[in-house]
């Protein structure tokens, strides 16, 4: 979604609360992790940062900053979960450094994405995540092999992705000139790497990370901390941090850029406060509908909000992926509670 987000589904406790108190969560994650995606793209559509590398440093530090401070905030009124964290910590602070790595590309790889290509074929082409967590889980040993209904599930999706990156003659001369309208080598090569990124994100946190049942804040709080250093240094590589300096620093006087950024990134922590008060008090399969929800809602109105071209086989190619998505969802909710063979 080229958001600055962590999830850490599995080391989640649910527990027992008001109806209200989960529909006011639910409801307003789903509202964050759309208006993300539109403020991340509208920053590089309508203002003069074109940095998606830096514009994830200024997320990871505005995320350290803010989940400091919410986790000191809870370390006071939960004395025992504090130490409980901090000696758990003790621990995973080497493999938390490694993770961060991986966390650093997951998101600049989200954000460059997000830059790439219009926000209709970034949210389509993340709808086939799904494959890439079965490979990677198959590859890296993790969990069960999937069964063979989980895997036609992802057969809708692959011919949706495919069908929905196709450009029709007449959209294509009529958008010719925004070449973020259509799918290049380059492109291509940056999607494919940030799905990937995410997949051995998810993957390697459930296989190594939830040993620790670290608290979701205090390990946003670790992992942006390290992701910060990681982010910037790789924008030096990339030559934003150059780039920015010598040939765009007047935008930093631009008040409406600043206050797209700044809005992005705190945007982007309420997402992941918001991501972890969600996970703890609902389902996954809520989760799960929630976050196809989520694709739709944000396919459907980045073609109003950016005016992307359709053509009848791009329309058909996302209603396949998203049914695709969705059978997932539901299949790999089903199995779950699967007896397992003896």
């Not at 080497?94 to 993770?99: A, C, E, G, Q």
């Not at 692959?158 to 196709?166: A, N, R, S």
């Not at 705190?266 to 008060?277: I, R």
Request: hydrophobic residues 50%; aromatic residues 12%; positive net charge.
């Amino acid at each position: 979604m080229g958001a600055s987000s962590f999830s850490q589904g599995s080391t989640v406790v649910q527990k027992n609360i008001g109806n209200t108190r989960v529909a006011f969560y639910a409801s307003t994650w789903l509202v964050l992790v759309i208006g993300l995606s539109f403020i991340n793209k509208g920053v590089f559509k309508w203002t003069g940062f074109k940095y998606p590398v830096l514009l994830s440093t200024v997320h990871m530090v505005v995320n350290w900053i803010l989940s400091v401070l919410v986790w000191k905030r809870i370390g006071t009124s939960s004395t025992s979960e504090e130490s409980s964290s901090t000696e758990k910590s003790k621990n995973s602070g080497r493999l938390i450094m490694y993770f961060s790595l991986l966390f650093v590309l997951n998101i600049a790889f989200g954000n460059m994405s997000v830059k790439a290509v219009n926000l209709l074929l970034s949210q389509v082409f993340r709808s086939s995540m799904p494959i890439f967590i079965m490979i990677s889980s198959i590859i890296l040993k993790v969990g069960n092999r999937p069964s063979l209904n989980v895997i036609l599930t992802v057969l809708p999706i692959i011919v949706g992705v495919y069908l929905t990156c196709q450009q029709g003659n007449s959209a294509q001369a009529a958008k010719k000139a925004d070449q973020e309208d259509v799918i290049n080598w380059k492109s291509l090569i940056i999607l494919l790497t940030g799905n990937i990124m995410c997949a051995l994100k998810t993957t390697l946190t459930n296989k190594y990370l939830n040993q620790y049942q670290l608290h979701p804040i205090y390990l946003l709080s670790q992992l942006s901390m390290w992701s910060s250093f990681g982010m910037f240094a790789l924008a030096c590589m990339l030559g934003e941090v150059s780039d920015l300096f010598y040939n765009n620093w007047s935008i930093l006087y631009n008040v409406n850029t600043i206050a797209f950024v700044l809005t992005s990134a705190f945007v982007a922590f309420l997402l992941n406060l918001f991501n972890f008060l969600a996970n703890s008090s609902t389902s996954p399969l809520t989760m799960g509908i929630l976050g196809l929800v989520h694709q739709i809602m944000t396919v459907y109105l980045s073609t109003i909000v950016f005016d992307t071209p359709l053509t009848s086989t791009n329309i058909i190619g996302i209603c396949l992926a998203m049914v695709g998505s969705a059978l997932y969802t539901f299949v790999k909710y089903k199995e779950q509670f699967k007896p397992k063979a003896p």
